[in-house]
């Protein structure tokens, strides 16, 4: 991994530096950008590097601004109104698709686990009927060995970006950067089948997540025409392969993954808005509450088809359903109090399980460089570790006596159920194999059932939140896909009983409810969500009267969570390196220029309109530069006598020069083009290529002597801001629009002078990069 992006070097304070501390006493926000700034300590740092999947990664960023060069116009001006009805009928047509297949391989994978977890919990049973303890303690913790295994080895052998939940990667692509093989096919196949593997190993892990993921690969896959190698060509899909479109249907991708997940379809469309998208708009607002509505309707048609008894051990519980509407919800004064208290618990703990996660996270990220067995070893040594837990604490518990007023039968051997028998005489129940000898969803309906106040003793509750604490932080990080969202309500649930059970006649509150507000209040003290939390809770437990209190639960704990540390998502992010640029500029951005940025830079080449091809392919083959601006000098001012003007013609893209090489655009003289000839060559969809690299391309020593003119292929309209504009600001502008490039002009106009003084991108305006060359800015913490 990057060592640039996980430490801060320590760097000597300069005598700037206390001189700086010394006329400082004030607010470090109010520093004038006319005051003389320090000297930098050395140059911008850029390194695109970050930890994608098993390797570390060159990371490039996507190309989000539409580039309106010459072709582009032209295309713009001659499409028909029925070309762009059928452009706009495609996207909804990819939504539908998107919706669809999401809503399908959800039911698929939950389909697969319920059956597969099922019959392996009946087995356990007969098992202990029978009294052969040791014997189902072999076969539990064989067959759980073996289901990670699968999962394991698809994931460090075929696809190892399938591991973990895929949410930050999706995250940071939606930001603008391109994490490579995100969203392959490859991918796909082994995030369904791992999540499937996983999951019904009874691992303390979700399949929410890796649905997230999923939904961001079949709307990636879509879009493109499929597989890198096997793409469909046609035309009127290749309207879709460009960064900006791919963007917005992989936001719907990732909005169905989390409809898919809760059955919460409102809920997956907040969910994108708020956690995962960076830009939107409300065109894709539409397009994803469509997709998220397909999603829904494909679910619930299943769900009616294994009402019926057609889906094996499926059961009638649906699609993780926790249905608490038959609790009648009444408030009082006192009990706002265990409310606030659920809240700041649930903050605290969930800053705690961050910072916890993030050393455990590092850890792993050592063993997992020593190689692929090393991987293998730490998954299944956690699924062996898992697997001894589940099967042996039930043993610590005491058998209850069943209660003839319970509504549902007591004891059961069922695979689901309230009132597990166990290893317990007929008439008793085991409360701790209720909540662990069962799969995670039933062990969330279980824990999160109303009217079940004397059902879980108190001991039986501190197990299982002590264990799934444990295990919520070792399993999430080994090579299988992975969600944060179940182990989180697990742990969550689990404290949220516990308080209430010690809250005692105190509040009227049922316990079931006390479950819901506490795994709220986790999730949101890890993740930082707000809205689309309360509306997938919402959507989750059916009850519209739990809405007042949820909300202030989730605000409380977010609140005191942001106290702590970031969003978990935030804390992966930073590990992996990825480039992700935050909304909110850091204070002391305002005290720096871009100008000033640019001077801690390499100059920035620049290419004329009509180029000489030698100069191109050098220019090409020795920078890594990914847009290089178009000057030229002596053009003359339509409307003015003066002659030789600089010009700033605009910005032209490396792949685009690429193209130009390799279809052999050459002049044999020094001129400028017709429209016609550049038609014949070239056409829009060819230019959102981004496969060609510069070493595939051969140029002969004659046609290094050619010209050609770039003019047609520049985006003559980039985004541009003054040298004396701050970095907060333009962080701001870049983040909003989605931009790659930003030119820097000088605020002064002459002669001699350059009209572009740099180019500003992704890397150089993260905070850590920019503190590496100015170490002085950032004010010292006080010990």
Request: net charge neutral; glycine share 8%.
């Amino acid at each position: 991994e990057d060592s640039n992006h996980l430490a801060n070097p320590e760097t000597p304070h300069s005598l700037e530096a206390e001189t700086y501390e010394e006329e400082e006493g004030r607010d470090p926000e109010s520093n004038s950008l006319r005051q003389p700034l320090l000297k930098r300590n050395r140059t911008l740092s850029s390194t695109p590097l970050a930890l994608v999947g098993a390797k570390v990664s060159h990371i490039e960023s996507l190309d989000y601004e539409i580039n309106e060069n010459d072709l582009f116009k032209h295309d713009w001006r001659r499409r028909s109104k029925a070309q762009v009805l059928q452009y706009i009928f495609l996207k909804w047509s990819l939504a539908f698709l998107v919706g669809l297949l999401t809503g399908l391989i959800a039911t698929l994978i939950n389909l697969a686990i319920e059956n597969i977890a099922g019959y392996k919990l009946l087995a356990i049973v007969g098992f202990i009927e029978e009294g052969r303890y040791i014997s189902g303690l072999i076969f539990f913790t064989g067959i759980n060995f073996f289901l990670t295994l699968i999962a394991a080895v698809l994931c460090v052998c075929f696809a190892p970006t399938a591991a973990g939940p895929g949410i930050p990667e999706i995250k940071a692509y939606l930001n603008g950067v391109d994490t490579p093989n995100m969203f392959g096919a490859t991918t796909l196949l082994v995030k369904i089948v791992g999540s499937i593997g996983a999951v019904s190993a009874g691992l303390d892990l979700g399949k929410e997540g890796p649905l997230v993921h999923i939904g961001s690969c079949i709307a990636s896959l879509l879009a493109q025409g499929g597989p890198d190698n096997y793409r469909i060509k046609w035309r009127w899909l290749r309207y879709f392969n460009n960064d900006r479109d791919r963007r917005d249907i992989i936001t719907c991708g990732s909005s169905s993954g989390v409809c898919a997940a809760f059955r919460a379809p409102v809920g997956g469309v907040l969910f994108a808005l708020e956690e995962v998208a960076t830009w939107w708009r409300s065109a894709l607002l539409w397009r994803t509450f469509f997709s998220t509505a397909v999603v829904v309707v494909v679910l619930r048609a299943f769900i009616e088809i294994c009402n019926s008894g057609k889906c094996g051990l499926f059961g009638t519980g649906g699609l993780i359903m926790f249905d608490v509407s038959d609790v009648k919800v009444s408030y009082q004064a006192m009990d706002v109090i265990p409310i606030i208290i659920i809240g700041i618990i649930g903050g605290l703990l969930g800053s705690l399980y961050n910072h916890v996660l993030h050393k455990v996270l590092r850890v792993y990220n050592l063993i997992n460089h020593k190689g692929k067995m090393h991987k293998l070893i730490l998954a299944l040594g956690v699924s062996l570790f898992t697997s001894v837990c589940q099967y042996c604490l039930p043993f610590l518990a005491q058998c209850r006596a069943c209660d003839p007023s319970f509504p549902e039968t007591c004891p059961t051997n069922d695979r689901s159920g309230n009132f597990k028998q166990f290893n317990c005489p007929d008439g008793y129940y085991n409360d701790l194999a209720t909540l662990l000898l069962t799969t995670n969803d039933d062990a969330v309906r279980n824990i999160f059932s109303t009217n079940t106040t004397n059902e879980f003793h108190v001991n039986s509750i501190l197990i299982f939140f002590a264990l799934y604490c444990i295990l919520g932080l070792i399993t999430f990080g080994i090579a299988v896909p992975s969600g944060l969202f179940l182990p989180i309500i697990l742990m969550g649930s689990g404290y949220g009983r516990l308080l209430s059970m010690a809250m005692g006649s105190y509040t009227n509150l049922d316990e079931g409810l006390f479950a819901v507000l506490g795994a709220a209040s986790l999730m949101a003290g890890s993740m930082r969500m707000t809205v689309s939390l309360c509306v997938i809770f919402l959507e989750l437990t059916n009850n519209l009267l739990l809405l007042p209190i949820t909300m202030i639960v989730l605000l409380i704990a977010k609140t005191v969570g942001d106290c702590f540390n970031p969003s978990i998502y935030e804390i992966i992010l930073e590990l992996k390196g990825l480039p992700f640029l935050d909304a909110n500029p850091e204070p002391w951005m305002r005290n720096l220029t871009v100008g000033e940025l640019a001077d801690v830079k390499p100059p920035v080449v620049t290419l004329c309109g009509v180029e000489k091809v030698s100069r191109i392919v050098d220019v090409l083959r020795n920078t890594t530069h990914n847009a290089f601006p178009i000057v030229d000098q002596g053009v003359p001012v339509p409307g003015m006598v003066a002659t030789g003007a600089t010009e700033l013609h605009g910005l032209i893209l490396r792949a685009h020069l690429v193209q130009a090489l390799k279809k052999k655009w050459f002049l044999p003289e020094k001129r400028r083009t017709e429209e016609w000839e550049v038609r014949e060559k070239f056409n829009w969809v060819e230019l959102a290529e981004r496969e060609l690299k510069i070493e595939q391309v051969a140029v002969t020593r004659d046609e290094m002597e050619m010209y050609v003119d770039l003019h047609p292929l520049t985006n003559t309209t980039p985004f541009t801001v003054v040298e004396s504009l701050s970095v907060a600001k333009a962080l701001v502008l870049f983040r909003q629009v989605g931009l790659r490039h930003l030119l820097i002009v000088p605020k002064y106009q002459g002669a001699g002078v350059a009209p572009v003084v740099g180019i500003l991108t992704r890397q150089d305006l993260r905070a850590y990069n920019i503190l590496s060359a100015f170490p002085h800015l950032e004010r010292p913490k006080l010990s």
